[in-house]
């Protein structure tokens, strides 16, 4: 039994005529007849009474049509699964992020993506770079959002994103005055912080910039009281927002809406945070190209520095 044999089944039960049926298969009535018997010597059943004046369809034939029907609805549906699916419309796609991500567009785009996409099944995971770049070549995740240049063999990256830190204090610490006080666009030198404790992302999470960071701050003269690690940059802000210290943040983070915290820009000379979309190379999968075109690489000036999480 061939899918041929239950389409020209259904459209002979539905025409209960050879010539019709015919006609509306774009064949001759020999074939057709032909596969009408070597349908039912296939299902073993008389499916279809018929003499040179009109055709029905036999008690079995009433039965077999729906479940003939069933089966030409599924193919169909399965058919058209297989093209959604080649042409991105359809299917999963797996994205790795950091967390600065979340205040730095990855919701918003992801809401226009899926809008196009509504048949595609996106899941997030949030991991450091060092993680994704691990999970991208275990094959867990399609694509992720890092912040490193060192790229494995075998992946792709294209920088989407630049930005510089800001300085993120308690609203209780004493520049604050001084800052609300001066010129909108008032910056401020770290050797003016004075003793404090620094709040950063761990250097096992992000080593260049808890480096950079912390020479940026021996560089300008100040020596923090402590250092507190943590994993996740909104953490670093929230723990500022308790009066536990101050630190130095990507500037999205003034998008996150913590409350009891005040952002400034910095004198001293500090690395740009960057953001790398990254995936696996030469992979034949039409969501997550489709994916990649909404986000564009960004141009950054040669002497920005790189630095990676």
Avoid at 54 to 62: D, E, I, K, M, N
Avoid at 105 to 122: D, E, I, K, M, N
Wanted: aromatic share 6%; net charge neutral.
């Amino acid at each position: 039994m061939e899918f041929r044999h239950l389409r020209y089944f259904v459209v002979l039960a539905e025409e209960l005529h050879f010539g019709r049926a015919a006609k509306r298969l774009a064949i001759s009535q020999p074939p057709l007849s032909l596969n009408i018997q070597q349908l039912e010597a296939s299902v073993g059943a008389r499916l279809l009474d018929r003499d040179s004046r009109s055709v029905q369809l036999t008690p079995a034939g009433h039965a077999f049509l729906v479940k003939a029907k069933d089966l030409l609805a599924q193919a169909e549906q399965a058919a058209r699964g297989a093209r959604d699916v080649a042409q991105g419309l359809a299917g999963s796609l797996r994205v790795g992020f950091v967390g600065s991500m979340l205040q730095m567009g990855l919701p918003q785009r992801l809401h226009t993506f899926q809008a196009s996409y509504a048949q595609l099944s996106v899941s997030l995971v949030e991991a450091s770079s060092a993680e994704q770049l691990e999970a991208l070549r275990q094959d867990r995740i399609d694509v992720g959002f890092v912040h490193t240049t060192l790229v494995p063999t075998g992946l792709e990256s294209r920088l989407v994103a630049s930005q510089p830190f800001v300085l993120c204090l308690s609203s209780s610490h004493a520049l604050v005055n001084r800052l609300r006080s001066a010129k909108r666009d008032a910056t401020v030198a770290l050797c003016d912080v004075g003793p404090a404790a620094l709040v950063s992302v761990a250097r096992a999470v992000s080593p260049d910039y808890f480096d950079a960071i912390t020479q940026t701050c021996a560089q300008a003269g100040w020596e923090p009281v402590a250092r507190h690690e943590l994993r996740h940059w909104l953490s670093v802000v929230s723990l500022v927002a308790q009066g536990q210290g101050v630190a130095i943040v990507p500037k999205a983070l003034e998008r996150a809406g913590v409350p009891g915290v005040v952002f400034a820009p910095i004198d001293d000379a500090l690395p740009v945070n960057q953001t790398y979309c990254v995936w696996r190379s030469h992979r034949a999968h039409e969501a997550l190209n489709a994916f990649l075109q909404t986000w564009p690489p960004v141009y950054v000036p040669a002497q920005h520095s790189e630095t990676s999480q």
